[in-house]
């Protein structure tokens, strides 16, 4: 066997298929994701002359891996992701440390559709867990004696998309597998406290909580139940698309000093109410995570830096150092995405899968040029529309592409002619 032959025979068995898929909303699945979630392998880089050295089998088998590893993209860190990641990192931690019994302050992360707002929430969260969990020696420090309570650090729910207090409350008895058949409302509130507590909950993430709407009723109630849970002992993390113009922040009020939202006591909806919580306000800290933008030299930098990692984890044959960075590419890249780090791994994952079915084995803008971006069928929990972000119109961008009708230029302004004495001195 010869050498490229052996490096890809030692990590094409268990690599690319996935086994059952994971779903973060019920503590095994969320336990199972936190505890994987590095753990992939890419394919090892071989170079077009070593690719064409392997036998026909092991040939399928790296295509099929750099296929999976294509699909796996690591997610890189952002200015904006970063700027998400210390905020959440200090209130959860600063929570968590907390011995008084006081409200817990929240945090809202709010941004457009498929720019990460999820994932760079669920990564803090998982590695937050993961410290804390080494810090007990993976046990529960309030576990009462002669029971095992399930230890869950963080627990993750999806906002259901027919939101009322029952309902939210559902979602997180779910999570933990708790029973709720035939409860009343203020049970199932009870039942919420006593899961939090007795699996050491310190994190509730909330997802895609703008699927409250403000007009509804029941909608409202249920906004006030999330608000009564701050007074749980648990950092309240509520991530949403366009949160501002949503309507969640209509009873608060902005501070511009602290960039915090402050809520008032609830005096309306039928939901309810923890008594101890509605005499304290609420305090929720307002982040949104911005796509990319390229007017400035550091903007522009920090989007071809973006595109720099993402070119370090491509596995095409003929690549060739600044693929993704050099000429036209970079802003070629930003006008097809505007700087969505979702539409971004779209279009790559589809460009390098077209490359190597076709034998290109590199990304070209004329080979990118081919590649509708679609969000039709989207990965993961069903969206909304609002949830869903605009895909950029695709420009012609080769020269030998129809780029439409011409743009009528009889009212253009030329300038004044040019005197008949200029006209001498020229000729």
Not at 252 to 262: E, K, L, M, V
């Amino acid at each position: 066997m010869n050498e490229p032959e052996q490096r890809t025979s030692e990590v094409c068995l268990p690599f690319v298929l996935p086994g059952a898929a994971i779903a973060r909303e019920n503590a095994a699945g969320w336990s199972r994701w936190r505890t994987t979630r590095h753990t992939f392998t890419p394919a090892p880089s071989l170079s077009l002359q070593e690719f064409r050295r392997l036998s026909p089998r092991r040939r399928t088998l790296h295509d099929l891996h750099r296929s999976a590893t294509h699909a796996n993209l690591v997610i890189q860190e952002t200015p904006m992701s970063a700027a998400v990641t210390r905020l959440m990192w200090s209130r959860i931690r600063s929570n968590a440390l907390k011995h008084k019994p006081t409200t817990r302050a929240g945090l809202m992360i709010s941004g457009g559709g498929y720019q990460g707002k999820t994932e760079t929430a669920c990564e803090v969260a998982a590695a937050f867990e993961d410290q804390w969990l080494a810090l007990h020696h993976q046990l529960n420090p309030d576990a009462v004696p002669g029971t095992r309570d399930l230890l869950a650090t963080v627990a993750y729910v999806q906002t259901p998309v027919t939101a009322t207090p029952k309902s939210v409350c559902e979602a997180v008895l779910d999570f933990y597998g708790a029973d709720h058949r035939k409860m009343t409302l203020p049970q199932l509130v009870h039942a919420v406290r006593t899961s939090l507590y007795d699996h050491a909950t310190k994190v509730l993430i909330l997802d895609d909580i703008t699927r409250l709407k403000m007009h509804r009723e029941a909608d409202q109630d249920a906004l006030d139940l999330v608000r009564s849970l701050m007074s749980m002992h648990v950092t309240v993390v509520l991530i949403g698309v366009g949160i501002p113009q949503s309507g969640l922040l209509r009873e608060g009020r902005h501070d511009p000093r602290t960039g915090a939202w402050t809520f008032s006591s609830t005096r309306r909806g039928k939901s309810y109410n923890d008594e101890a919580a509605t005499q304290t306000e609420r305090r929720f800290d307002l982040v949104t995570l911005d796509p990319f933008r390229y007017d400035t030299p550091q903007q522009i930098a920090a989007w071809v830096n973006h595109l720099a990692g993402i070119e370090d984890q491509l596995r095409l044959l003929r690549a060739q150092p600044g693929m993704l960075t050099d000429g036209p590419m970079p802003e070629y890249l930003f006008r097809r995405t505007s700087g969505i780090v979702g539409l971004l791994e779209r279009l790559i994952e589809d460009g390098a899968a077209h490359a190597i079915d076709t034998g290109e084995e590199r990304l070209s803008v004329d080979l990118l040029d081919t590649i509708d971006i679609t969000l039709a069928n989207p990965v993961g929990p069903a969206r909304t529309l609002e949830e869903t972000p605009a895909v950029p119109a695709k420009q012609a961008s080769s020269p030998g592409r129809s780029r439409g009708k011409a743009r009528n230029t009889v009212f253009d302004d030329r300038g004044s002619p040019a005197s008949a004495s200029a006209t001498r001195g020229m000729s």
